[in-house]
Nanobody
Framework: QVRLVESGGGSVRPGGSLRLSCAAS????????MGWFRQAPGKEREGVAA????????YYADSVKGRFTISQDNAKNTVYLQMNTLKSEDTAMYYC?????????????????????WGQGTQVTVSS
C-alpha cells in the first residue's frame, strides 16, 4: 500500500523560505507523477507543482513560478518543494500526491482527480 508522508511545514514571515518533503513508500516503480497541492480555508485545492520522476520534467502554477522549486531524490523516494520569497497568500495546507502515469497522461498535472494517493498534509503559515 502506497504511503505518502509530508513534512517541513511551519510558520514563517513574508519573504522567508521553507522546504517541504514528501517521503513515499509501498511501491517500486520509480516512474510516476508527483504533485504538490495546497488548500486554504474556504478555497479549492489547487495544484502548485509537479514532477515526473521518470525524466525530471517539472510543472508549476503561475502563482509560484520563480519562487518554488520541485525536485526529487529517487534513492530516497522523496520529493521536495523548496519555497522561497513566501507570501501571505501561500498560507495553506500543503499535500503531496502520486499518479502512476506521466504528468502529461490521463489529465493535467494540476487536476487533483488525476492523482491516486495523497498524504495527510503539512501546514504552511506565512504571517508577519
Amino acid at each position: 500500500q502506497v504511503r505518502l508522508v509530508e513534512s517541513g511545514g511551519g510558520s514563517v514571515r513574508p519573504g522567508g523560505s521553507l522546504r517541504l518533503s514528501c517521503a513515499a513508500s509501498g511501491y517500486t516503480d520509480s516512474r510516476k507523477c508527483m504533485g504538490w497541492f495546497r488548500q486554504a480555508p474556504g478555497k479549492e485545492r489547487e495544484g502548485v507543482a509537479a514532477i515526473y520522476t521518470g525524466g525530471g520534467s517539472t510543472y508549476y502554477a503561475d502563482s509560484v513560478k520563480g519562487r518554488f522549486t520541485i525536485s526529487q531524490d529517487n534513492a530516497k523516494n522523496t520529493v521536495y518543494l523548496q519555497m522561497n520569497t513566501l507570501k501571505s497568500e501561500d498560507t495553506a495546507m500543503y499535500y503531496c500526491a502520486v499518479d502512476w502515469k506521466a504528468c502529461w497522461v490521463g489529465g493535467d498535472w494540476y487536476e487533483y482527480s488525476k492523482y491516486k494517493s495523497w498524504g495527510q498534509g503539512t501546514q504552511v503559515t506565512v504571517s508577519s
